[in-house]
């Protein structure tokens, strides 16, 4: 069944896989296997994010910065008005 959503979801012999890793670089500690899991899976889904949806936000700020340089200050005279007064 997949999920409408634009979230990517790791296999599961991925997120064991990492778990494990986890597991093991934290000193084999005992009882923290759903915390190891959910990391694992955390970082997984972090990984898989689309790069274009990353930056959409960044992108269209960048937009929105140019369009306004592109805009006429409408505060300052024109150069016209500033020639005419000299």
């Not at 990391?39 to 929105?64: F, I, M, N, T, W």
């Amino acid at each position: 069944m997949q999920s409408s959503s634009n979230v990517a979801h790791p296999s599961h012999s991925e997120i064991a896989a990492l778990a494990e890793k986890i597991y093991l670089q934290s000193g084999c500690i005992p009882g923290r296997d759903v915390e190891n899991w959910l990391l694992a899976e955390a970082k997984l889904k972090e990984q898989k994010l689309p790069k274009v949806q990353a930056g959409e936000p960044k992108q269209q700020l960048s937009q929105k910065r140019e369009s306004k340089l592109k805009q006429p200050n409408q505060n300052q005279p024109k150069r016209s008005q500033l020639a005419a007064t000299h």
